[in-house]
């Protein structure tokens, strides 16, 4: 089905108007890339958007491969008018899946790599109701399929999986770009539902989620500030479980490292950035999970180099260094953590 969406993408990217490409801004970017749980990743990006970043067509595509023959496929559309915009964010891969187990207190030597084939696709049409606020309806599919663990197909450890949930989101953004933010905020709200029937886990749950973002500039220098927390039924299936550790929360921990039906972070940032195509940061994010009982305080730390992607310097890669108490990661991925 993702295989099928992305060849969707395809043909959308090549029969939208000429119109909608006018003032249209692009970035071709090779991928090479160190992730501590993937090891060495290569691939290809391809972007394009308003250079505004306003109406019009945005899209993309990143492709993966790591040395152990595992690929990532990551194509997005959004597609905005005056009053209306919709949206579309897809994802297949074969990467293994690192599972440490459920909850707060997982170990490192725990770590099982469960061999699977995974994918999602979210979409959401949200009417904008000012130059800032906007709601609407959204949908979130996830499926994976079992390869089994530690490259042994004979075993099996969580059960495939493939459910739909549907619900609703609010979203107030009153950024000055969605690109490289100097000021300005954002917050967002999401409840989702999933019944019996739109699953294969065996349960109904429900989901809800907030997230808020406040950016402050003192040339040269931003503070990026981001909360986020969320509560979920204690029957959530294994890909809807709250999850924290990787490239964008709670850096350090590497993904996948806490599991849990309710989660809470905290995010600050420092970036100093001394020209258009370069800037460098220094960030700590502190977070934790429950199931469904909260308690105690994770804490990473680090710092990065963010580079503007040519020609117009708006979008951004970037290399990040991080450390908790018992792991490290390095990561370079595209765009910046929030």
Known sequence: MLFRTTLAFALLIALAPERARASQAQAVVPIIAYNPTYKLIVGGAYFNFPSDGGEGSHYGIQFMSTF??????????KLQWEWLRFQVNGRWTTYYDPYYGEGAQTRVEDLVR????????????????????????VYDYRYRQNRGIDGDPSRGLIAPEATGAYGGRMIWDWRDTPFSTHSGGYVSATYLTVPTSATDSGHDFRLASAEWRQFLTWEPITLALRGAGGMGSTTTSYLFRSRLGGTDELRGYLTNRFRGSNF?????ELRWEIFSALSLVGFTDVGQVGDPIIHGVKQTYGGGIRFGLPPDWLKKARLDFAFADDQSGVSFVFDETF
Do not use: C, H, R
Not at 126 to 131: G, I, T
Not at 264 to 268: H, N, R, T
């Open 68 to 77: 152990t023959n595992n690929i990532k496929i990551v194509p997005e559309y």
């Open 264 to 268: 809470w972070l905290g995010q600050a």
């Open 114 to 137: 469960l061999d699977e084939e995974s994918g999602m696709l979210n979409a959401g049409l949200f009417v904008l109701l000012s130059d800032s606020f906007s709601i609407g309806p």
